[in-house]
């Protein structure tokens, strides 16, 4: 059992998961994560979030310790990915009567969750107030795409409290739950920023409206649905500036074009370093950095993602396909808001040479701007293929 009380008639209910490595198989979690969800006691019982099905029996000890569960008057679900809503459809079986509250959004995914076409749900109305009993009042916010199009924070009026679901959390498991009791600061501002990169950073214009909606509240508390309480005086106001510094769009003076690539055997990095050349020729202020994908990997790339003008992929062509952590670059590159944004295509192969067309065919799909047909060369690139991979980065450059 891991119940924690916040403070009066505020508890945490969620589960602790330290052992988590690796969150929806693509985040890595070094330092796990929690499941935060909260139980407001009062004449209203009233649950915010569930925990990932996994973690059912803790969180309904923790809730069961603390209330009847036939006197829970409902569940607020502010963002209904499995992490938050996936023990719904187990809890609304031993309590049929907890009424649902969700986003209008939230209403249309949340019967795919619990597959149950007549669950108790209703759907609030941005603004729209909760009368809790004891003159407490709950307000719904809805905050579009943090993180999906269903999310919304609650806002707890009385004692000045926000739970915003994936807004200002992080995965990184403190068994206080209180950013004041954070031992591990470095780590905890460390995994705060790759879990914005990684979350928000293709919805950075949503960043600034969430923030905007927070600052026009009193906020002492926010109850994000994982990671630590963040609190008035301790982390909230940095958290909140930080969020607001990496939201707001920068313009690079000069270009930033990473070249991502892998390469067997050393032939598809020749042709990197080339291309990166070429580039710098035409733009000598360019910032062109190299990621051997073997050594940095594709999951710590978001922000490099995000911060891109225009990229480079390399991959050299083995079991006539492009290699996995490339493949693992461009699926990060579907969470990323990267539509638009040029891309050159380059690599060495050996007899049938796919991997390129079949990136720049999925790249393609997702409205990136591929650069002609890619650069490539047969096994060892020769001083003439080096050449043309260097005036291939020459027109890119160019193309910019
Ligand atoms: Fe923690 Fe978007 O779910």
Redesign the pocket.
């Known amino acids: 059992m891991s119940v924690i009380k916040l403070m009066d008639g505020l508890y945490s209910v969620g589960v602790l998961n330290p052992a988590l490595r690796v969150f929806d198989v693509v985040m890595k979690t070094e330092y796990g994560t929690s499941y935060n969800a909260y139980l407001l006691k009062g004449e209203k019982n009233v649950l915010i979030d569930t925990v990932h099905a996994r973690h059912f029996e803790e969180y309904i000890e923790n809730v069961k310790s603390l209330v009847d569960l036939k006197s829970l008057d409902y569940i607020i679900l502010n963002?209904n990915?499995p992490?938050?809503s996936g023990s719904l459809e187990r809890l609304i079986k031993i309590a049929p009567q907890i009424q649902i509250l969700t986003s209008p959004a939230g209403k249309i995914y949340l019967p795919f969750i619990t597959n149950d076409p007549m669950i108790n749900m209703r759907a609030v109305r941005d603004g729209e107030t909760l009368d809790i009993g004891g003159g407490k009042t709950l307000q719904f916010i809805h905050a579009p795409f943090l993180?999906?199009p269903d999310s919304m924070f609650t806002w707890f009026e009385q004692d000045q409290i926000a739970f915003t679901c994936?807004f200002l959390g992080t995965h990184f498991c403190e068994p206080t739950m209180s950013d004041a009791l954070v031992q591990y600061k470095q780590a905890y501002y460390q995994t705060f920023k790759s879990y914005f990169d990684a979350?928000f950073g293709p919805f950075k214009s949503y960043v600034q409206k969430g923030l905007d909606k927070l600052k026009a509240l009193d906020v002492k508390f926010v109850c994000p649905?994982?990671g630590p309480v963040l609190r008035r005086g301790v982390f909230l106001e940095e958290a909140m500036l930080a969020y607001d510094d990496w939201s707001t769009p920068k313009r690079h003076e000069h270009p930033v074009i990473p070249i991502f690539y892998c390469s067997a055997y050393g032939c598809t990095g020749r042709l990197a370093v080339k291309i990166a050349e070429g580039i710098n020729h035409v733009l000598p202020a360019a910032t062109v950095s190299m990621y051997d994908l073997v050594h940095v990997s594709p999951c710590s790339l978001c922000e490099t993602i995000n911060e891109a003008d225009a990229f480079c992929i390399g991959s050299p062509t083995i079991n006539k396909n492009a290699l996995p952590p490339v493949w693992e670059l461009i699926h990060m590159l579907e969470g990323t808001n990267c539509k638009g944004r040029r891309a050159a295509l380059f690599g060495s192969y050996g007899w049938s040479g796919e991997a390129l067309p079949l990136l720049s065919t999925h790249l393609k799909s997702l409205n990136v701007d591929v650069f002609e047909d890619g650069c490539r060369c047969r096994f060892v690139p020769s001083e003439t293929e080096l050449q043309e991979a260097y005036d291939f980065g020459v027109r890119f450059a160019k193309s910019l």
Do not use: A, K, R, V
Request: proline fraction near 0%; glycine fraction near 0%; avoid cysteine.
């Open positions: 963002h990915e992490d938050h993180h999906w994936d979350i649905s994982h």
